[in-house]
């Protein structure tokens, strides 16, 4: 696979003209360099310890027809929630589309592909484009890096308070030909801003795909931001998704994850709490079933002193499905005064579904508050006895208990329709 990849690499750079000298490509460079050594991750590596990714993609995925997407049209579609009141960014087989990007006009708001961006606000760009994603780190960032071209970038100027969501739709479609497709994500939330964004990821397609993507996103000082992530693909994708969230003084951020579908979804969540008083909130739901495979792995970097983290994950598995959980909480020596809090509790539905879960604490100071727990079990027998002793039929008992069990996340959810549709999912899944 790596050498059909270095020759793809190759074939990439023929094809960048000008750009290829630009410090896009240098980071290109760089992160191949990077991924060419240490390819995708290893059966013994810990951090895909139960996540047997690689093995999947060499067996379903072709790489050597593999090339980014330099010159394509892009194909109308109408995802979910294309009619709701929101700002709407289109990306539909791996291509942006920017006709539709043109037209959009919101004062305090801009919203462009990268490439545009590079010559827009070169500044913005240079300082935070690829400083937040390691390469070093995570393959599927160095991967994503080396083959990156095309990407959405969202600038909140200071104080802007957005009345609308943003929603960023990820659709791959039936029709692509591609089998790898790479998406790039720069947001920068300035000053004062509050907004929420929308990163709805779905799949029809009927042969297996590759899709693999990254976010930075930089909240700037007394910023709130709500940002949410909405996976549900067919059962013939593979779905790696690397968030990176930077965190300035007195801001906010609540983070929200919902995998309702797909074949293996990957999800790194990364934050890091650069200043004082920063707090972060992390909510994340997954209700999966038949063979499906979800794997959640979340740090939240604590730097400086009286900050607050908040982290509630919860999942249902059914039938056969496999479910992963492993977050870290990192407190250094300096991040004295730190309240830091993290939940993982999860339900089997039968003898044949599994989660593996590993909350973790790694504490360099003294004077903090960190705790963490997870729970793993089945229905409680008697409370379903209880419900049906009322004349409640089995399984409408069985979903009365597990929409109880997911009710701390969904309250959370602020925004109408996306409450409303995965509260809907919920209930025909569980009923």
């Known amino acids: 696979m790596i050498d059909q990849l270095k020759d793809n690499f190759k074939t990439f750079e023929s094809k960048l003209n000008g750009a290829s000298k630009s410090n896009w490509h240098l980071l290109r460079k760089e992160a191949f360099e990077i991924f060419s050594k240490n390819g995708f991750p290893k059966t013994k590596d810990e951090e895909y310890r139960y996540t047997h990714i690689t093995r999947a993609l060499e067996k379903s995925i072709n790489f050597s027809d593999f090339s980014p997407v330099i010159k394509s049209q ?21 291509v942006v589309n920017r006709e539709k990007l043109n037209q959009l006009k919101v004062p305090g708001l801009d919203i462009m592909t990268l490439r545009e961006a590079t010559e827009k606000y070169p500044n913005e760009v240079e300082t935070h484009f690829g400083k937040y994603a390691d390469v070093k780190k995570d393959p599927f960032t160095a991967f994503n890096m080396a083959f990156s071209y095309e990407g959405v970038f969202i600038k909140i100027h200071k104080n802007t308070i957005l009345e609308k969501p943003v929603i960023l739709h990820y659709h791959v479609g039936h029709e692509s030909q591609n089998h790898v497709f790479q998406s790039r994500n720069l947001i920068i939330a300035e000053q004062g801003v509050q907004a ?236």
């Open 74 to 94: 892009h194909v109308e579609t109408q995802p979910l929630f294309y009619d709701a009141d929101a700002i709407h960014v289109f990306i539909t087989n791996g």
């Open 196 to 431: 929420n964004i929308i990163e709805s990821n779905g799949s029809t397609n009927l042969q297996e795909q590759f899709s693999n993507h990254v976010s930075e996103i930089v909240v700037e000082a007394n910023a709130h931001l709500k940002y949410f992530k909405l996976q549900y693909h067919s059962d013939k994708t593979y779905h790696i998704d690397n968030s990176f969230i930077s965190q300035r003084k007195d801001s906010v951020v609540k983070s929200y994850t919902f995998t309702l579908e797909g074949k293996i979804t990957r999800n790194n969540l990364n934050l890091m709490l650069e200043e004082e008083n920063c707090e972060a909130h992390m909510y994340g739901l997954y209700v999966v079933h038949r063979d499906s495979h979800v794997d959640n792995h979340t740090s939240v970097d604590h730097k400086v002193a009286n900050c607050y983290s908040n982290e509630i994950y919860k999942g249902i598995l059914d039938d056969t499905s496999k479910g992963v959980f492993n977050g870290k909480i990192f407190v250094r020596q300096d991040a004295q005064k730190t309240n830091a809090f993290q939940s993982n509790k999860n339900i089997l539905l039968t003898d044949t579904a599994s989660v593996n879960t590993k909350p973790q604490l790694e504490i360099w100071a003294d004077d903090v508050k960190c705790s963490h727990g997870c729970t793993t079990g089945q229905l409680d027998d008697e409370q379903l006895f209880y419900l049906r002793s009322r004349g409640i039929s089995k399984s409408s008992a069985r979903a009365m208990l597990l929409h109880a069990f997911v009710n701390d996340v969904l309250d959370k959810i602020e925004i109408d329709f996306l409450h409303d549709f995965i509260n809907d999912e919920m209930y025909n899944r569980l009923d």
